[in-house]
């Protein structure tokens, strides 16, 4: 038998709208859970039925500036329909964009917030992300929905790699990779028997912060059990915007120019996790940074999208 039907990735569109283009893998997960049971010890299954589901998307993307002028640490309130594309594929490659015969699933309520985003020397740089569906009361938390034109149009120019890196004001050199993690915890709750989540919302975040280097002095500083975040400069992480070269000329945008990432945690305590020798490969220190806020009307995570790099 011949195969049917192919599709392929596409956009998601933000409430905004604001359209997320550069994503290299996605998820629809329904979640169910279902009740089986058998009446008075009947061999089989006489009943099943939908107990519970809290449906999820996850994606991850390159388009962090993007991403991040809408989701920083503490995520974001998705109030209003968001949509997550799927194009049909023909013979010759996708069916045109206009053509009512791609996918979509929409969201009305729900939660966005990324798990962690990996800035790497001179790899490609993502954000894991998900998107967590509730019930609105009207509409079930996934709508999906064939014979549908693709929004908008598909671009590819946000790309970052991890630029330097300073603690309490010093610079660590030799930055292989810098993992920022959110730790974010969602309190999803439901009630009156529905079958699906009615609120989520955000209960707290975990931010650390995990650097590789090869530089292993940092070890000699901090000792065994680290050292604390002065409360002034702290933590800064930046991630260096990439810049099209096709006509030659160098791939990233000057230092000074307010188009690259900062990552600023003020507070808390840095330590070297853990130096790794193997052979004749260069010695790699892990730095775990973790973020505590001052106050309590101060997040421990500032991001900026429109940063310069000294």
Aim: net charge negative.
């Amino acid at each position: 038998m011949a195969i049917g039907t192919i599709s392929t990735l596409d956009l998601i569109r933000l409430p905004g709208p604001v359209d997320l283009t550069q994503i290299s893998q996605q998820q629809w997960n329904t979640a169910a859970e279902i009740l089986t049971e058998r009446a008075a010890a009947h061999t089989h299954p006489m009943f099943r039925g939908v107990m519970n589901q809290q449906p999820q998307i996850t994606f991850s993307t390159s388009m962090l500036g993007t991403l991040l002028a809408s989701c920083p640490l503490v995520g974001a309130s998705i109030a209003s329909t968001l949509y997550t594309y799927f194009k049909k594929a023909a013979v010759t490659g996708s069916v045109a964009r206009a053509t009512s015969q791609h996918s979509r699933v929409a969201m009305t309520l729900g939660y966005l917030h990324w798990n962690s985003i990996t800035l790497n020397h001179n790899q490609p740089s993502e954000a894991d992300c998900v998107l967590t569906a509730a019930y609105d009361g009207t509409n079930e938390p996934f709508v999906a929905a064939g014979s549908v034109a693709l929004s908008g149009n598909l671009t590819d120019t946000e790309h970052f790699v991890c630029g330097p890196v300073y603690i309490n004001g010093s610079q660590i050199s030799s930055i292989k990779q810098a993992v920022i993690s959110s730790g974010i915890q969602l309190r999803i709750e439901g009630a009156d028997g529905e079958p699906w989540p009615t609120f989520v919302g955000l209960e707290m975040t975990d931010p650390v912060v995990t650097i590789q280097t090869t530089e292993v002095s940092p070890f000699v500083s901090a000792g065994v059990d680290g050292l604390a975040l002065n409360g002034s400069s702290g933590l800064v992480v930046y991630g260096r915007k990439m810049t099209k070269n096709q006509a030659g000329g160098v791939t990233r945008v000057a230092n000074g120019t307010s188009q690259h990432l900062s990552f600023t945690g003020l507070n808390g305590m840095w330590r070297v996790d853990m130096v790794d020798a193997n052979g004749t490969s260069p010695a790699m220190a892990t730095i775990r940074v973790e973020l505590t806020s001052p106050d309590d009307s101060t997040l421990p995570l500032i991001v900026a999208t429109t940063a310069t790099i000294p």
